[in-house]
């Protein structure tokens, strides 16, 4: 018995394997017996559908009105025809429509032979005409006419239900947007139809994108507008939506709402595209720069968000809630090099507040690079007068600067600084005491030496030679500063000389000894 059972359960795995296959390998066969051609060559439109057996190959030119019972020919224009052929399981019928002097005039044929025009060759016509109307897009404008006229929006819709593509479809809705003026609970059900009918971003953005004022006049449009667009899946055509929007005379309610809409888009570049031409307008109010730099601290690119902040940045009279949130923005910035550049734009041709200078160096604190430190310290004390209490803390930053020679280069251009307090140049030189290397110490100091200096500003000089370890340097510094030493007062010469027995070699201290003994 229990050989049976197992017989018996093996026959019927058997058995769902293979019909499993089988239905596997019909449809297999049917998806690969099934194709659609189009091609459209000096105004002659050609479509081929094949589907197993059937096949239907359509070709037309000229303007063909069709009767408002979709079963017959009304007219051809002038130089136009018609070729239908149909085939079904081998039997081909073909029907050949040509303008005439009393209408319209028919060529049947049933496999190669020619028939009569006959009711059974009208009938064909009858049967397959529909189809040739709902493939090739045929007498759309007088069929939209004729289904709004007796259902309005519903009428179109129920007929665009019986379209296969899509680009047919969208055919008859742009038919439809062009001709007839929608009420508003018409235009939120179209919005929401639109994204739900058609599979192609393309075909929606074609239906969407030139008629955004008619969906951006009320809330109820617009929220349903832009709700449809979040249902697409393609950035690129959704920003092709929302530019065109964005020539229109939006109000800030929907420019916010087109805003929310390019928030959610996944692309960091179809996003920026958007924010871009949100901030290219001339109008925009406090509310809306800041609602563009809130979305930008949502772009994960530091280079596409550089470019957002860059251009709120270049907007005058921001508010504080907008400069604050400008702030939260960059600090999301991971890479010093966008960092750096989006605080280039700050100091840019603009007198820059202390709230801005606050800002730059609190977020100095957070970055890596010595090099990019070195640009903004250097261009906040080459371009803009810093207060004193500011002149303390942006000094004060040099310190978290590891490289002895971005630090001197920083304490350098500070010194040449002419309009700098005696305080100032001081707390400076005290900076330079606190390099470990000697060369660079050497190497500011000798700068210095060659500019117009004050008494207090040689003594401080001095003082910062002093802490050179190397003999060889400190009396490098001391021979360069020999000859202004030679004319000042005794209270310079005292320090020189102090500074001077510093050097421990004989021969490096008399190489300066002698300078004024």
């Known amino acids: 018995m229990k050989n049976l059972s197992m017989k018996r359960n093996s026959l019927i795995a058997g058995i769902i394997v293979a019909v499993f296959a089988i239905v596997c390998s019909v449809n297999q066969v049917q998806a690969q017996s099934t194709s659609t051609s189009v091609s459209i060559n000096n105004g002659v439109h050609k479509y081929s559908h094949r589907s197993g057996s059937q096949r239907l190959s359509i070709e037309y030119d000229g303007e063909i009105k069709i009767a408002d019972d979709d079963k017959s020919i009304e007219s051809i224009s002038r130089g136009g025809y018609l070729l239908i052929r149909k085939t079904s399981f081998g039997e081909r019928r073909e029907i050949l429509a040509e303008p005439s002097s009393s209408g319209v005039s028919y060529e049947y044929r049933v496999g190669r032979r020619v028939q ?123 920003t092709q939506i929302l530019t065109r929007a964005l020539r229109e005379d939006l109000n800030d309610d929907a420019l916010i709402k087109v805003i929310e809409a390019a928030d959610v888009m996944d692309s960091d570049h179809y996003k920026t595209n958007v924010l871009k031409e949100v901030l290219d307008r001339r109008d925009l109010s406090d509310k809306l720069v800041d609602a563009v730099i809130k979305a930008s601290t949502e772009i994960d690119s530091d280079h596409y968000a550089t470019l957002i902040i860059s251009d709120a940045l270049d907007r005058p009279n921001l508010s504080d809630e907008a400069f604050n949130n400008l702030m939260d ?50 261009d906040l004390f080459e371009r803009q007068s810093i207060s004193s209490e500011h002149f303390t803390s942006l000094l004060n930053t040099v310190d978290d600067i590891d490289s002895d020679h971005y630090a001197s280069q920083i304490l350098m251009k500070v010194l040449r600084n002419n309009s700098l307090n005696d305080a100032q140049y001081d707390q400076v030189l005290r900076k330079v005491e606190d390099i ?79 300078c004024i003994d």
């Open 329 to 378: 923005a960059i600090s999301r910035i991971d890479s010093d090099h966008y960092v750096t550049q989006t605080f280039q734009s700050m100091l840019r041709d603009r007198d820059v507040s202390d709230k801005v200078i606050e800002a730059i160096l609190n977020r100095l604190e957070y970055m890596d690079s010595d090099h990019y430190r070195n640009v903004i310290i250097s």
């Open 436 to 514: 470990d290397s000697d060369h660079y110490k050497v190497v500011i100091i000798k700068d210095v030496l060659g500019a117009k200096l004050t008494e207090k500003h040689l003594m401080s000089i001095l003082d910062a030679a002093e802490s050179i370890d190397s003999d060889y340097y400190k009396s490098e510094v001391l021979k360069n500063a020999c000859n202004l030493v030679q004319d000042a007062s005794d209270d310079v010469k005292s320090t020189f000389r102090t500074v001077a027995r510093g050097i421990r070699s004989d021969t490096y201290y008399g190489r300066v000894a002698r």
């Open 116 to 238: 009569e025009w006959n009711q059974e060759a009208q009938e064909f016509l009858a049967d397959v005409l529909l189809d040739v109307i709902r493939t090739t897009g045929i007498g759309a404008e007088s069929r939209v006419e004729r289904f709004f006229k007796k259902g309005r929006l519903n009428g179109v819709l129920g007929e665009v239900d019986n379209i296969r593509n899509d680009h047919i479809k969208h055919v008859y809705l742009k038919i439809m947007l062009d001709e007839y003026e929608l009420n508003d609970q018409e235009l939120v059900k179209l919005a929401q139809y639109v994204p739900s009918e058609l599979d192609s971003d393309h075909y929606i953005s074609e239906v969407f994108k030139d008629y955004s004022d008619k969906f951006l006049k009320n809330d109820a449009t617009t929220n349903a507008f832009l709700g449809a667009l979040r249902r697409m899946d393609s950035d690129h055509y959704v």
